[in-house]
């Protein structure tokens, strides 16, 4: 393993009051910036819910580590240098990147957590670029939008 990144508490906290904040601005932005909804109990003890999940997840789902041609998850891996699909799309934390290799691993990590770490994101990039370039992975118009990655020649071999 040469990098690797796990969330720290400080972002727990922070993405607990982004979403908080989010959900009291939604109910805001539904009752016309009347705040009636703050005199109801059962909506704030609905965004301590909200907050805590948030922060449950954050806590626990942002874990990641790389080696030379290797990414690594919480529960799976895959070979950057070998990957066959290459995705990314909007999830509620952000952008995801979802990758597959050619012997069938699939690994979805936050965009956010995957450059959270210089060496991590280097490693990571020059695996896709590689795959992209040279192995042809398939990819959507996004991730060539939000890594700027260059689209592969049709006439290369």
């Not at 609905?46 to 806590?59: K, M």
């Not at 626990?60 to 950057?80: D, I, P």
Request: net charge positive.
């Amino acid at each position: 393993m040469l990098a690797w990144y796990h969330s720290t508490r400080r972002a727990a906290i922070y993405a607990t009051i982004g979403a908080v904040i989010a959900a009291a601005f939604l109910l805001s932005l539904r009752d016309g910036f009347q705040f009636r909804w703050v005199h109801y109990w059962e909506l704030w003890a609905g965004l301590a819910v909200i907050g805590l999940l948030v922060g449950l997840t954050q806590r626990k789902g942002t874990e990641c580590s790389a080696g030379v041609e290797w990414v690594r998850g919480r529960k799976a891996w895959v070979r950057t240098y070998e990957l066959v699909k290459v995705t990314t799309s909007a999830s509620p934390t952000g952008v995801s990147l979802t990758m597959r290799d050619a012997d069938g691993r699939r690994l979805t990590i936050s965009l956010a957590t995957a450059q959270s770490d210089q060496l991590l994101w280097d490693l990571l990039y020059n695996g896709i670029l590689h795959s992209v370039i040279n192995s042809k992975a398939e990819t959507n118009g996004r991730i060539h939008l939000h890594l700027h990655l260059p689209y592969p020649s049709p006439y290369s071999q």
